[in-house]
């Protein structure tokens, strides 16, 4: 197992490079991730490389068994770029350039720029391909924080990405609606970006937003083709950024060996939300390529630009990398090794502080990396396995962000309020591309998967006619491909199988509240309904919870409708209390015969990974209170090293892993 730090030797002085070494040789490190923000130590002036300081580096980490990964290093341009080359800086839509001096800031249709990349990639992988102490590459770093840009190049660029996916201008016009404001183009060159997402046709900024991402992919796959030549027996990867949703993720790993990604949850007042949202995220990296992954960046330290996060407290270093395992991480990288003292990130600490004396943070590591040799041969083999998925869009959430019905309307808000409550109930999950197989889930969440083609609309169909359990929720299958709205009654082709009728809507606004009666209890229980409601009619579904407001009383909030041989959920608002949804979730689950491999008390997360003839559960103590789990008696406690009572006790921020 790989584990290690990003590092940063052209910060640091040679003479302090062998202590470096030495200190993670001794802390169980193996890996490091090295040089993609290094452009100008490698080209200091265009066409003359210069690699021996890198050479130097990777033989003194090589002789202590310190493999690298290299970074191609195009997310910061030199400054020499700039000057004979001004063209490649992103064009705002006033005409402006970008001043220099910020990372990520070049136009990504500008050939000047492919070309550079294309030359710097090209000369490491040459130089780097028979490096045995160089095992693999990351691709530029964090692609898709990048401003949009709105230069000439770009525009006809756009234009010609059109032409070439709608063919005529009859058809661009139909999908775009521009019989609407008088809108309908007479020529491609016409066409303009837009600009104010809130104001703009919501059907060309989908398409601006989907050119963009589209210009992203082509951008890493220049990169790819190139590593691929060169160094075919070492693999690629790209640290992706979780939650992070301006980029078509989906899109991007595709190229890639595996997909790796940068874990931050340290910020504010510890609670279970960040706990939740990591994990998700790491359940959608897993999903992107249906595998493991690998976190190229772990939270080491307090951390910030201008102001300081928290610090992470004792044993919290630990257990957040061990969550990460427990969602199907194969291999963890920390970042950075040693705090910088110069530039934007000096606030961004590391294993190591400013002066570079192995302290708490440090010890903690190793203690973590040797946790995590432990765990290899339980591990190797294995992956999450989950019965529930959860459909996971990003063009839903681009175009939610033009129109999102109701303010409170945050795409991962919504899906958090499900996630949660699977998570807090001990169940895997899967996070799943729109079109993928559904066959092998026995439970099958949508929430706010506004973007429905009619090819999803009739797989979901199926689903449930043959057996699956599947739950959609408010602002479902509104809009096809395009972004026009169905011209069906709500929820359109899946009317029959959720056996409902949504012909009104509305956002709750000012304050706004409804209560509910839900009988997913034994007795009937109160709620309450906020942000928006669907006034949903019930032709063959079974209520499950009604309004009591005298005008929304004909109307339900939450349905079950027998299809087939499974059933189809629809809940038509968001409900104020979070118990409600754990009531919802365990309705599902006993509607989909899905039980939990153990029942854990508040605060701990349980998770499985099996494969290879093995079964491995986890249990992360998220508090700062001891807490005892129930457990099978007479297992392997791997980290402990001892035999399983009926009990396990966990200190704060504890982690257990037992081989089932």
Known sequence: ???????????????????????MQKAGFNIVRMAEFAWVNMEPEEGRYEFGWLDEIIEILGKRGIKTILGTPTAALPPWTLRKYPEIMVQTPTGQRLTWGMRKHNCFTSG?????????????????????????????????????????????????????????????NRAWGTHFWSQGFGDWSEIVPPDKFDEHNPHTCLDWKRFFSWLNVRFQKEQIDI????????????????????????????????????????????????????????????????RNFWIMEQTSGSHGWGTLS?????????????QQFAHGAEAQVWFPWRACTVGREQYWHGILG????????????????????????????????????????YESVWALSFQPAYDENKYHQVI????????????????????????????????????????????????????????????????DETGLCHVRTLPGLLAEALGIEIEEYEALRGGIEYQIEEHLHRAPVTRTAIHYAD?????????????????????????????????????GTIV????????????????????????????????????????????????????TVNVPAGKCEVLRNKTTGSAIELAAYDVAVIRL
């Not at 209520?543 to 939450?558: E, I």
Request: glycine share 8%.
């Open 354 to 393: 400013h002066d570079g004396k192995p302290g708490r943070r440090y010890q903690e590591a190793a203690q973590t990396a040797r946790d995590l040799h432990t765990l290899d041969e339980h591990l190797k083999g294995t992956t999450v396995r989950a019965d529930v998925a959860i459909i996971y869009d």
């Open 1 to 23: 197992m790989y584990v290690g730090a990003d590092y940063y030797p052209e910060h640091w002085p040679r003479n302090r490079w062998q202590t470096d070494a030495d200190l």
């Open 112 to 172: 000047v720029f492919r070309l550079l990349s294309e030359r710097i990639t090209r000369a490491m992988a040459q130089h780097y391909k028979d490096n045995p102490n160089v095992i693999g590459w990351q691709t530029d770093n964090e692609i898709g924080g990048h401003p949009m840009c709105y230069c000439h190049s770009c525009r006809a660029n756009f234009q010609d990405w059109l032409k070439n996916k709608y063919k005529t201008l009859a058809e661009l």
């Open 535 to 571: 006034w949903i009619k019930p032709t063959t579904a079974l209520v499950l919870a009604g309004y009591t407001d005298w005008h929304m009383q004909p109307y339900a909030a939450l349905t079950r409708n027998q299809c087939g041989k499974g059933a189809g959920y629809y809940l």
């Open 227 to 290: 590593l691929r030549a060169l160094c075919p027996n070492q693999f690629v990867t790209h640290n992706f950024m979780g939650l992070f949703s301006e980029i078509n993720y989906y899109d991007l790993a595709e190229d890639l060996d595996f997909v790796s990604w940068d874990n931050y949850p340290v910020s504010g007042k510890p609670d279970m939300t960040n706990n939740y949202n990591a994990a998700m995220a790491a359940d959608v990296m897993r999903g992107l390529k249906r």
């Open 416 to 479: 958090g309020r499900y996630y949660q409550a699977l998570r807090r109930a001990g169940i895997n999950v899967d996070m799943v591309r729109p079109g993928q197989d559904l066959a092998g889930y026995k439970l099958v969440l949508a929430p706010d998967l506004y973007i429905v083609r009619d090819s999803l609309a009739s797989q979901i169909d199926a689903y449930i006619r043959n057996g699956g359990v599947f739950l959609a929720d408010g602002r479902f299958a509104v809009k």
């Open 310 to 322: 928290r610090n992470p407290r004792p044993g919290e270093i630990r257990k957040i990398a061990l």
């Open 576 to 627: 104020k209390e979070p118990a409600f949804y754990d009531a919802l979730i365990r309705e599902l689950l006993e509607s989909a015969k899905i039980t939990a491999e153990i029942t854990a008390p508040e605060g701990v997360e349980v998770s499985t990974r099996e494969g290879a003839g093995k079964k491995v559960l986890f249990l992360v103590n998220h508090t700062e209170q001891c807490q």
